[in-house]
């Protein structure tokens, strides 16, 4: 059986990673260092609460671009 490895992502990768998912999600450029910074955590520390006082950008569309940036790392570049 053949087994291919997933390359590592640089941080070059990471940084585009996470261009897309803010584009994706709408979030604008600024939220960049703290998209990359959750995604880098751990997982498990995670906790994502909407309190439904409309904030703008709600904890939960920065934790999608999050999770787009988490599923890159893992597939590799």
Known sequence: MWFSARPTPT?????????????????????????RRQAEKDPASDSRYCCG???DPC???????????????????
């Open 59 to 77: 904890v939960m569309t920065i934790g999608r671009a999050v999770d787009l940036v988490r599923r890159r790392i893992r597939r590799g570049r």
């Open 11 to 35: 941080d070059d990768d990471i940084d585009r990673f996470v261009e897309e998912a803010l584009v994706k999600v709408g979030l604008h450029a600024s939220w960049a260092r703290e998209v």
């Open 53 to 55: 006082s409309a904030c």
